[in-house]
T-cell receptor, first 113, second 114 residues
Framework: EDKVVQSPLSLVVHEGDTVTLNCSYE??????LLWYKQEKKAPTFLFML????IEKKSGRLSSILDKKELFSILNITATQTGDSAVYLCAVRNYGGATNKLIFGTGTLLAVQP | EAQVTQNPRYLITVTGKKLTVTCSQN?????MSWYRQDPGLGLRQIYY???????DKGDVPEGYKVSRKEKRNFPLILESPSPNQTSLYFCASSTTGQYNYGYTFGSGTRLTVV
């Protein structure tokens, strides 16, 4: 069965800290891995990764994929209270419904002032 | 503005009373899907549609129905809601092309069945 596992489940840090969120997966016919940020509403897209070793970066957020070890990390540097959210990892594969995203349960990040 | 619109945002209903949650997108996306989100279980797919008149079950379809008569609309129907369908529901849409960047989500519908 395809699955996506995120760790840690939750994390509390102080403003200015750097955090690393983890996502491991076991899926057949891997196509891409996506990161989303979910505040008290719909998930919003952060990154899509398809190739190993190529870092995607947007401001203080960055992410990288390792297709050999089947995991991805999301880094947030110099955290701010506005980074507090649930971060979701999802994987898309080529089998069956080709647009289906398989989601992890998310990591709840709380950034304290 | 490109968006997915869900209604209602909040709904409290009683067991057995049929309800429909509407979803509409203005991006001409072929693919639409419904997910439910529950604590500790994450987002799980209920139904999806690859295009007009083409729908199929996701991972948790029991107790739900959908239809796709027009490309822009994909309503979720609960014929006889039960308390275990209390959840946060998201509609999502996307293109089906090679450079698909994932879903655009609606704002969510928080459903409580008592």
């Amino acid at each position: 069965e395809d699955k996506v596992v995120q760790s840690p489940l939750s994390l509390v840090v102080h403003e200015g800290d750097t955090v690393t969120l983890n996502c491991s997966y076991e899926v057949t016919n891997f196509r891409s891995l996506l990161w989303y940020k979910q505040e008290k509403k719909a998930p919003t897209f952060l990154f899509m990764l398809t190739s190993s070793g190529i870092e995607k970066k947007s401001g203080r957020l960055s992410s990288i994929l390792d297709k050999k070890e089947l995991f991805s990390i999301l880094n947030i540097t110099a955290t701010q209270t506005g980074d507090s959210a649930v971060y979701l990892c999802a994987v898309r594969n080529y089998g069956g419904a080709t647009n289906k995203l398989i989601f992890g349960t998310g990591t709840l990040l709380a950034v304290q002032p | 503005e490109a968006q997915v619109t869900q209604n209602p945002r909040y709904l409290i209903t009683v067991t057995g009373k049929k309800l429909t949650v509407t979803c509409s997108q203005n991006m001409n996306h072929e693919y639409m899907s419904w997910y439910r989100q529950d604590p500790g279980l994450g987002l799980r797919q209920i139904y999806y549609s690859m295009n007009v008149e083409v729908t199929d079950k996701g991972d948790v379809p029991e107790g739900y129905k959908v239809s796709r008569k027009e490309k822009r609309n994909f309503p979720l129907i609960l014929e006889s809601p039960s308390p275990n369908q209390t959840s946060l529901y998201f509609c999502a849409s996307s293109t089906t092309g090679q450079y698909n960047y994932g879903y655009t989500f609606g704002s969510g519908t928080r459903l409580t069945v008592v």
